[in-house]
């Protein structure tokens, strides 16, 4: 490495308004290959590469650089996550560095937006001080906004995250998801996932941030393959447009149960919330759904609620808001049916919550839904799906990040 010069002093650091400036001008395919050229030229890195993390958490993709030979989709570079570096950086957010046996460094950095863990930047650089380790930590948070920003032009991060064959139902039931399975904001932290069975179950969970409110929901369609995927449709989509509508919680599960009815065959099981953002106080409707967990104080209970009737049923049905309180430190723990069902009946999920207290919510999400896919031996008979929060209190200003700190 005798031929590598530290920069001089006017030129150290990343320029992150250079970065973004060449992303905009990048094609959207070519974007993240921005971040990888600027490091290369400032820090002499080499071997700069992007790993997503797949739909599943369990292996890393390494995606080909552009202006390469374009691999076939299923000859790109997998690595099991479990175990590996790329995990341990995932789960404790934090840069890793490590000799790389040539007389430099190794460094991997998290690559994140608002506690969605996308991927890791992987690279290698000849010497690594403050300067280019906050350039690495800098450039990956810049490229987190890269992606975030051209996934929606390109399915190149799409099909990096897709490590095993997406049926019709998945298709359709992997787009009602939110394009983000986790949100940090100063009040609260929030994850979900869902693992699907093997011929789709038609669960779905949705999110969405107001200047004062959270809404959150979890639904699961009666059934299995399209048709449940079809009938997810419905109760999702009108969900949203009766809350992008501003309507209330009400006239939202009304309109999930007219749009059932009218066009659909079948009943959804669904809860629907709202968090203020103020005061902490959840609004609650429950058609047909299990019970919420909650974890106070060390204590993990279910929260015995009134439940009303699914939406679509053919019946005259009747749905009331009930209310609760969250508590800074609260935990609440939405899920499925599939969760708790048949095989899964094995797991204890208040342990699990228990023994997870201290984890992110979307480390509980993984152990939680990782335990129901081992106990179902990888063979789930219906969806398993699951939404964390974690109630923070009203903290305007601050965001709480996965280690607990504040930004």
Not at 77 to 103: F, K, M
Not at 164 to 174: G, V
Not at 187 to 207: C, E, N, R, S
Not at 360 to 371: G, I, K, S, W
Request: glycine share 10%; hydrophobic share 40%; with cysteine.
């Amino acid at each position: 490495m005798e031929d590598w010069e530290r920069p001089a002093p006017g030129d150290v650091g990343l320029d992150l308004d250079e970065v973004l400036g060449a992303a905009k001008d990048a094609t959207p395919v070519e974007s993240v290959d921005v971040v990888a050229r600027n490091l290369e030229k400032r820090f002499s890195a080499s071997e700069v590469s992007f790993l997503l993390v797949d739909m599943l958490g369990q292996e890393a993709v390494r995606l080909p650089r552009a202006g390469t030979a374009r691999q076939a989709r299923g000859a790109v570079e997998r690595l099991r996550l479990t175990g590996s570096v790329y995990d341990r950086v995932l789960r404790s957010q934090r840069l890793h560095q490590e000799p790389d046996g040539e007389g430099g460094c190794r460094m991997v950095a998290p690559v994140t937006n608002r506690g969605d863990c996308i991927g890791v930047l992987d690279l290698a650089v000849p010497y690594a001080d403050g300067t280019v380790r906050d350039a690495v930590a800098q450039a990956a948070h810049a490229l987190a906004y890269i992606v975030v920003t051209d996934r929606r032009f390109t399915d190149l991060y799409h099909w990096g995250r897709r490590t095993t064959t997406m049926s019709l139902a998945a298709e359709i039931q992997h787009q009602l998801l939110p394009s983000a399975p986790c949100c940090e904001a100063a009040q609260f932290t929030l994850a979900g996932g869902l693992v699907p069975a093997d011929d789709i179950g038609g669960d779905t969970y949705d999110y969405a941030l107001d200047q004062d409110v959270l809404n959150l929901s979890i639904t699961d369609a009666m059934g299995h393959d399209t048709a449940s995927a079809l009938l997810a449709t419905l109760t999702v989509n009108a969900l949203r447009g009766a809350r992008r509508a501003g309507l209330g919680m009400l006239d939202q599960a009304y309109a999930a149960h007219r749009a059932i009815t009218r066009h659909g065959r079948g009943m959804t099981t669904g809860q629907l919330l709202r968090v203020r953002l103020e005061t902490g106080v959840c609004e609650l409707v429950n058609a047909g759904h299990p019970w919420p967990l909650r974890m106070r104080a060390g204590r993990v209970e279910e929260l015995a609620i009134k439940v009303n009737m699914p939406f679509g049923v053919p019946a005259p049905v009747r749905y009331e808001v009930q209310r609760l309180r969250l508590e800074p430190g609260d935990r609440l723990v939405l899920i499925t049916d599939g969760m708790h069902e048949r095989a899964a009946a094995s797991v204890d999920l208040y342990a699990l919550v228990h023994d997870t207290r201290g984890e992110h919510p979307r480390e509980v999400v993984r152990a939680m839904t990782t335990a129901v896919y081992d106990a179902c031996e990888g063979a789930l008979p219906d969806d398993a799906t699951t939404l964390v929060l974690d109630w923070h209190g009203s903290r305007p200003g601050q965001r709480r990040t996965s280690g607990g700190s504040s930004t």
